[in-house]
């Protein structure tokens, strides 16, 4: 078998820092798992000891709650944050009790309400200066929201699936984030399947960095078992830190290793992955358990 993790995985990431990092996970393709990848990509910075805030800037569908397990603590959404009908911190729910871990939610019904892209940059800069990273899961489509929230980005990360369709949309995300101005660019590739890839049945990874033009964040394993777990609310690096990490677990340590700037191959461990509470930097905290 053909370890692309050896050739291409050693690329080594600018050094970062985490403080009041914004990060704009988007795509123009729907159904691609952006909202599987912030998530996911969220609980593992979290477990890692960063302080993580999920914006969900999908005003459409709002889902985000649903994948958070969260569904039905929350009060206020971002429509009443950006409307100033109440502050960002009382639109705030904590993601099973865990300080730290942290959520706002779209509306639930899309008003015609008009407000000014400054709300938005008032938002995340109240946010910023108390999470050490702030996700924003997007839209599939540039409206007005998706316009104003990409602007307060400081980098964006462009999901696509293992297919050509997908890249192509990556491509077309990448070039119109691009003309917005947003230089930080990185792609992650959901559900790659390695063998549909060695018998050039779908592209390879090196194919899929040619296509799209972006530079390649992570990958993230197909794995039958994740939609069961997203519908179970069950995210990275939650569970019993005795048991072994699942796959997804392995991949989406890896992306976050690589955001924080970690040397790490892309696919490490994704084949074999170790108990939860064995990887490096890993914090399992416990449900409701206050933080220093």
Not at 205 to 229: F, K, Q, T
């Amino acid at each position: 078998m053909y370890d692309y993790s050896i050739t291409i995985g050693i690329e080594i990431l600018p050094e970062v820092s985490a403080l009041g990092r914004v990060i704009f996970v988007t795509g123009f393709k729907g159904g691609v798992g952006k909202t599987t990848v912030s998530a996911n990509i969220a609980a593992t910075l979290y477990a890692l000891g960063n302080r993580v805030l999920v914006i969900d800037g999908d005003f459409g569908m709002r889902c985000m709650d649903m994948v958070l397990g969260v569904e039905n603590e929350t009060l206020f959404d971002c429509s009443d944050v950006l409307c100033t009908r109440c502050s960002p911190a009382a639109a705030v729910c904590h993601v099973g009790g865990r300080v730290g871990f942290s959520f706002i939610p779209a509306p639930m019904n899309l008003s015609d309400e008009k407000i000014k892209k400054s709300a938005y940059a008032e938002l995340i800069r109240e946010v910023r200066e108390e999470f050490d990273y702030v996700i924003i899961d997007s839209c599939a489509e540039m409206t007005d929201y998706y316009m104003a929230f990409a602007s307060t980005a400081d980098e964006a990360i462009i999901v696509t699936l293992h297919q050509s369709t997908s890249v192509r949309a990556a491509e077309k995300t990448a070039a119109r984030l691009s003309a917005m101005g947003i230089s930080e660019l990185s792609l992650v590739v959901n559900g790659y399947r390695q063998s549909f890839a060695e018998s050039k049945k779908l592209p390879d990874i090196l194919d899929i960095i040619n296509r799209s033009s972006v530079r390649l964040l992570g990958v993230v394993p197909y794995c039958e078992r994740l939609s069961a777990s997203q519908e179970a609310a069950e995210l990275s690096f939650m569970g019993e830190p005795n048991k072994k990490a699942t796959k997804w677990e392995a991949a989406f340590y890896n992306i976050a290793s690589r955001l924080k700037g970690d040397r790490i191959k892309l696919l490490s461990g994704c084949e074999s992955p170790k108990k939860r509470g064995a990887y490096k930097g890993i914090v399992l905290r416990t449900k409701n358990r206050e933080e220093e």
